[in-house]
């Protein structure tokens, strides 16, 4: 007796659930583990998760209305902004006075966006539980994993010594996706005690940029939480008009420096130095001096060592108005249009927009691959969390008395 369609195993949508669910384990498993033992574990383990995603995509036939999605993406605001600031980016190269390295920093800025995208238009338009219950997990043993490094070394994965720091980083960033899933299936209670256990790993560890950058993502879940619509538009507004505005900054900072740290400090001396780039150069302030000076400006004299290591400077010197502008443009528009996202998701969302605005803010390499890298893995794993919200609560079953 020949079997019912319907009942006969589909072995190309097993192999590809399959290959989802270990692009999925990469992304929230592996990399927030891997991340503490070994510098290079996000810029190796990223693109191995998201070919997976592809492929199961490819195999499924996942891959429909991609066109459409990508159309979106490029259309919106906030990608249009994305577009411009690449494209003046790349136009940087022909005053940079470091061609070469700037041209292989904005291949990976060009590579990591691509990477994005395709892990974006490969996730299905629903996200199964089993997947997603994932992250949450693999946050959990990071930061298991991250207090015993602490007391005990890295067991001679991390002869550098970065692992640590890096792996904290990234930690601080997953960890509002993680409590975000879990906080949207009505488990408010492990939502904390995640957040408890990573703020507790931070302090163990002494890793103090961590544990302020994750202060300031706290604060920022609490204004959301409390007021939607108000505490989006307002950290809207804080994170792109810091980035307006910054060539001001040093100037209003300047007198509350003095009073707190003293004149000779080197708080001061660096703000010093940020004013005397923006009464000394105006006419830079409008193009900048070019992708990749204000790193490498400082080992070739273009740059005091202490000028500011913070991206509202960085930004400001490598790529000016034009480059201000659109970058200023992208935040606004990506939080904005983020908030229109579930209203259970938004406090998580805002919280890390202010984590890794913040990162930015306080000194953090930004330039760096595995930065980037880290960025889109976050959009990706928040894109498929608003996807696993199709269904929040199971269907009750109905009994009706027959007459």
């Known amino acids: 007796m020949a079997r019912s369609p319907a009942l006969t195993a589909d072995p190309s949508t097993d192999a590809a659930a399959m290959l989802r669910r270990l692009g999925f384990a990469l992304l929230f498993f592996a990399i927030p583990i891997a991340a503490l033992l070994t510098r290079r574990a996000v810029v190796v383990l990223a693109p191995m998760a998201v070919i997976l995603l592809v492929l199961a995509a490819f195999i499924d036939d996942g891959s429909r209305g991609t066109r459409g999605r990508l159309l979106t993406v490029l259309t919106a605001p906030a990608g249009m902004a994305g577009m411009v600031l690449l494209l003046w980016t790349a136009l940087s190269l022909i005053w940079t006075p470091f061609v070469e390295e700037a041209s292989e920093r904005l291949f990976n800025i060009f590579g990591m966006a691509l990477l994005g995208l395709a892990g974006y238009l490969s996730l299905p338009d ?17 930061a298991l994993l991250g207090m015993l490094i602490a007391f005990h070394g890295d067991f001679g994965f991390d002869p550098d010594g970065q692992s640590l720091e890096r792996g904290m980083i990234v ?10 899933w879990l906080h949207s299936r009505g488990r408010s209670l492990e939502a904390l005690l995640l957040a408890v256990l990573v703020a507790l790993e931070a302090l163990v ?3 103090p940029l961590a544990l302020q950058c994750l202060a300031v993502g706290a604060l920022g879940f609490a204004v959301t939480a409390i007021s939607p619509r108000g505490g989006i538009r307002l950290i809207a507004l804080v994170m792109a008009g810091l980035l307006l505005f910054a060539p001001f900054l040093p100037f209003v900072l300047k007198p509350l420096a003095v009073a707190a740290t003293g004149a000779g400090s080197p708080l001061t001396a660096s703000l010093d130095v940020w004013r005397h780039v923006v009464l000394g150069e105006p006419l830079r302030l409008v193009t900048g001096h070019g992708l990749e000076t204000a790193l490498r400006g400082r080992f070739f ?11 509202l400077f960085e930004i400001w010197y490598e790529l000016g108005l034009v480059g201000a502008v659109a970058g200023a443009v992208l935040l606004y528009s990506a939080i904005m249009k983020s908030g229109e996202q579930r209203p259970i998701l938004a406090p998580g969302i805002m919280a890390t927009f202010a984590t890794a605005y913040a990162f930015g803010c ?12 880290a960025l889109v893995l976050v959009v990706l794993i928040f894109v498929a969390i608003e996807r696993g919200q199709f269904r929040t ?8 008395r027959s007459r």
């Open 126 to 142: 629903r996200m199964r539980s089993a997947n997603l219950y994932i992250l949450p997990v693999g946050v959990a043993l990071s």
């Open 171 to 180: 930690l601080a960033l997953f960890v509002w996706p993680a409590v975000t």
């Open 205 to 207: 560890a002494q890793e």
């Open 301 to 311: 004299g273009l740059l005091p060592v202490n000028a500011p290591s913070t991206v």
């Open 362 to 373: 306080f000194g953090i390499g930004t330039a760096q691959v595995w930065w980037f890298t």
């Open 393 to 400: 609560k199971r269907p009750k079953a109905v009994l009706h």
